[in-house]
């Protein structure tokens, strides 16, 4: 028998390792794994050597996963189509969540209709909200199109502006600002958010006449990581660090109390928000294996922020590289957490984040330490 999984790949239901694919069904469906992607299955695009007999291993024992990332700016079908051919293991759209995937609620449920959103390559950030089903969808770009002048030293090509920027009704007013990942022109983004956080109700060109720690138009950043590795030898800043320019412009700008801040939401790990969208998704998951729908693309959407009630699972093992966000959300959740040496930390610096289920070598180490 064949399954087949979104991505188009087949794989055969084999026994492998020595085990039935089918008799584990009830033996291993009560616990659940939720995996980091960077420094635990790829890093940068390189799969990790280890992680392709990693996920063999959870599908064969058909231990319910997905995969939970700090990452985002495309598609959720982009990344994971990406990420199942590089690892060589079919996976399904609906196993993965990315930072802004939880923002699909807002479009869901009508919260906001138009928005800015803001980061990621060209406009594949656009492509991914109006797949959430947000009606329109604006970006920085586009105004600067409009007007060059709002931001002068923009540094937009010719052919960016022409291909990834629309036309914009500039005088109608945005409903909040999404910040998907992270920029690629932080001077324009940081010039133009700025100006719908002082705005007239979100009409681009306009100035409120009051100083208020509460925007005129909401702002939700995807993550609140500082800092992230890329081949450069020193990390570098990622979308927490422009949350951090935004308040302090916003503090000046509104002339704020120390005791005040801009007021924001943030989504992505370590936070329970995350978490607890995880926890929902893994759960359809499970259900998805149970039923043997894994071909299914009915996506569930949960409510922002609720701990689902009646869990079927005992333990939920979290798998990350990154002490700050995968291990600390983890153990603030109340999951298991499961430290790899494959990314961010390393034992010469050490950390004072402590994994409740060790460090390991890779994630098959970790993976082969739970299911033993
Ligand atoms: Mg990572």
Redesign the pocket.
Known sequence: MLAKFATGRVFPRVRCLGINYRSQIRLKSDIGFVL?????LLRGSEPIPQAKEALELLQVNKVPFILL??GGGLTEKSRIEFISSRIGVPLSPLQIIQSHTPMKTYAVNKTYQRVMVVGGVGDRSRECAYGYGFKDVVMPIDYVRQNPSISPYHNFSKDSLEKDAKDVDVSSAIDAILVFHDSRDMSTDTQVILDFLNSENGVVGTKRNFKSSEPSVPIIFSNNDFVWPNKYNLPRFGQGALRIMIEALYREVNQLKPSENLKSTIMGKPFPVQYNFAHHVLIDWREKLLKNQVNSLEQILPPLDSEPKNSPFSKIYMV???PA??IKGANDYGWESLLLRT??YNDREGTDILPTGGIHDNILAAVKSVLR
Request: glycine content about 22%; overall charge negative.
């Open positions: 980091d992607i960077d420094g635990v990332t700090n990350g590289d990154n966000s995968d990314g961010v």
